[in-house]
């Protein structure tokens, strides 16, 4: 993995421990399988009873982090920005290239036959990284919130989910958000409108045929994992209500280890998954995409030398 040095840097000694703690938590993280953002390794930090959690502590870290990758001493590749990111066109070497590209990313949908479809829901786009592996491997659709879903994206997702059910399925939506006022409301805000929007289209579906869960963050969770807590803003509309539930703290969705996510995601989808359906499903795709790899074959060792032939035809034709 790069460790790649631009400038020369002096570290502190606290600084330079920091850098080992950092590296250490790193290598664990990866081992795993997870990128960390700068948040969640912050988090660890806090966890550990490394720093305390405080603005200030934050941004201090966030500065030994950039030095240090400045510096050569922490991989690049470790920590991940997932809100920025490069969008262009794919491109393929050759018409064979792309066939074959398609024989090794042909999917199916693993949950057509299910009696059940999910989708897994979280509110900051910042944990994607974390949760898409995960809905990847278990072919469950992931939608990040970005706090508040936006009125056009709930609208889509109503009429996504209407023909879900006309179609004779159960829909449940998991959803991940943070402990604080907001946090919590917005799982009451998704279902209300939702449920506005299905029943318009689907008539009355609620919670027979639909409903949303939140998975995540839980008081019992809280208790049972320990993440750190912050102050809940008190400028938050729903404050009042959510401290006399709760009292002062708050906590972020951020601070839990991404393997815990990973198996709440995992844990939740399976409990509605019909296996046997889903290993013919997985069967079914597998042996068509024998069948995309024996098109890319015959494109190489049969159809080329034919449309070369072709082409000549078409050459001769013109002159």
């Known amino acids: 993995?790069?460790?790649?040095?631009?400038?020369h840097r002096n570290f502190s000694r606290t600084s330079a421990t920091r850098i080992e703690q950092a590296n250490d938590i790193i290598a664990e993280y990866q081992a795993a399988g997870f990128t960390l953002t700068l948040r969640q390794?912050?988090?660890q930090f806090v966890a550990r009873d490394l720093i305390p959690n405080t603005l200030q502590s934050y941004k201090a870290l966030g500065n030994v982090i950039s030095d240090a990758r400045m510096a050569g001493m922490i991989d690049w590749l470790a920590i991940e920005d997932r809100t920025r990111f490069l969008r262009a066109l794919s491109s393929w070497e050759s018409p064979e290239s792309i066939i074959g590209s398609a024989a090794e990313g042909y999917h199916e949908d693993w949950w057509a036959d299910q009696p059940t479809y999910c989708e897994v829901w979280i509110e900051k786009d910042a944990l994607a990284g974390v949760f898409e592996g995960v809905c990847n491997e278990l072919d469950v659709p992931l939608f990040s919130?970005?706090?508040y879903?936006?009125?056009?994206?709930?609208?889509?997702?109503?009429?996504?989910?209407?023909?879900?059910?006309?179609?004779?399925?159960?829909?449940?939506?998991?959803?991940?958000?943070?402990?604080?006022?907001?946090?919590?409301?917005?799982?009451?805000?998704?279902?209300?409108?939702?449920?506005?929007?299905?029943?318009?289209?689907a008539g009355v579906v609620y919670p027979e045929r639909f409903d949303v869960q939140?998975?995540?963050?839980?008081?019992?969770?809280?208790?049972?994992?320990?993440?750190?807590?912050?102050?809940?803003?008190a400028t938050d509309s729903r404050f009042e209500g959510y401290q006399a539930l709760y009292g002062d703290e708050s906590w972020e969705l951020d601070a839990l280890e991404p393997q815990v996510l990973a198996d709440l995601v995992r844990s939740n989808v399976e409990a509605v998954t019909n296996d046997d359906l889903m290993d013919k499903a997985k069967?079914?795709?597998?042996?068509?995409?024998?069948?995309?790899?024996k098109a890319a074959k015959f494109w190489t060792d049969e159809l080329v030398p034919v449309l070369a032939d072709l082409e000549l035809e078409d050459?001769?034709?013109d002159a």
């Open 145 to 147: 919130c970005r706090g």
């Open 1 to 7: 993995m790069p460790k790649i040095a631009y400038e």
């Open 214 to 233: 939140r998975v995540a963050l839980t008081m019992d969770q809280i208790q049972q994992y320990g993440p750190p807590p912050n102050p809940a803003k």
């Open 283 to 293: 069967q079914r795709e597998d042996e068509h995409r024998v069948e995309l790899r």
């Open 315 to 317: 050459g001769d034709d």
């Open 149 to 201: 879903a936006s009125a056009s994206e709930v609208w889509a997702a109503g009429r996504r989910l209407q023909w879900k059910i006309r179609g004779g399925k159960r829909v449940r939506i998991f959803h991940f958000g943070d402990h604080d006022p907001s946090g919590l409301d917005m799982t009451r805000d998704i279902t209300d409108r939702l449920v506005t929007f299905i029943s318009h289209h």
């Open 41 to 43: 390794l912050y988090y």
